[in-house]
């Protein structure tokens, strides 16, 4: 039976026991209905993972004791960067489970010129929120116990002229290379357009950025497909998937 595993960033590995919080308590107590002796994993996103056993429960709380630190070695040794133009609603929800569970190290929002929505104040915060909650959601499925770093929505401009160090390649369908002739790069920036793609200013400047204009094949794919698809193409080519 798997193990459920929950993320709780106050980790130390020096605690005996521990009161769990309410989220990791009712999804525990009231969804998985563990009772006292059941077993599950916390981990703090920094690489620190330790298996627990349920001690005292009731209807309101709960507490854990901490047993042993589990060897979570399952990080690729592709350090992978998504930089991802921001999707409508479920459209970006899956990409970024998706890409947390194909090793993506950090994720980049980012406002182009064909996004449909608009994000500022308020309403940017409340989707970094829902985006950490899905980044962590994913984490706690797929076994990793670092946590994927979250940056803040960027503007297009902003971000091209920012990321200017190591590998980048921007998913580009009239590009003229594919990705089997690109070198190996074992750090590596991607960049993926929304709903409707990149203008054309926008792929001239970030090639004139130093991004390397790579295309996925002859059919044109939804955003969310080129994302996921070409996040496991490099795992594949240079990470540790295949």
């Known amino acids: 039976m798997r193990i459920p595993r929950f993320y709780y960033p106050e980790l130390t590995g020096d605690e005996e026991e521990i009161k769990l919080p309410l989220a990791i308590h009712r999804h525990a107590v009231q969804v998985l209905r563990l009772k006292s002796g059941g077993v599950l ?12 056993v349920m001690d005292s429960v009731s209807k309101r709380e709960s507490t854990a004791k901490l047993l042993m630190v589990v060897q979570n070695d399952i990080e690729s040794p592709l350090s992978l960067t998504l930089i ?37 104040g308020q309403r940017a915060q409340k989707k970094m929120d829902h985006w950490q909650g899905v980044i962590i959601s994913a984490s706690e499925q797929s076994g990793r116990c670092k946590l994927p770093i979250l940056c803040p929505i960027m503007l297009f401009d902003e971000m091209v002229a920012k990321f200017n160090i190591g590998s980048r390649l921007i998913l580009e369908p009239t590009a003229a290379l ?23 200013e926008e792929v001239h400047t970030a090639v004139k950025q130093g991004f390397q204009a790579i295309k996925f ?26």
Do not use: H
């Open 84 to 120: 991802q133009g921001v999707s409508r609603g479920d459209r970006m929800d899956y990409t970024l489970q998706k890409a947390v569970e194909l090793g993506v190290n950090k994720i980049v929002p980012v406002t182009t010129e064909r996004c449909n929505v608009q994000l500022s």
């Open 41 to 52: 994993r916390l981990f703090n996103g920094a690489g620190l993972e330790i298996e627990a």
């Open 217 to 242: 094949g002859p059919r044109i794919l939804r955003t969310e497909t080129a994302a996921v698809s070409a996040l496991a193409v490099l795992q594949a080519m240079w990470g540790d998937l295949g």
């Open 178 to 200: 594919g990705f089997k002739s690109l070198p190996v790069q074992m750090e590596t920036s991607l960049l993926i357009g929304p709903e409707g793609g990149f203008s054309d």
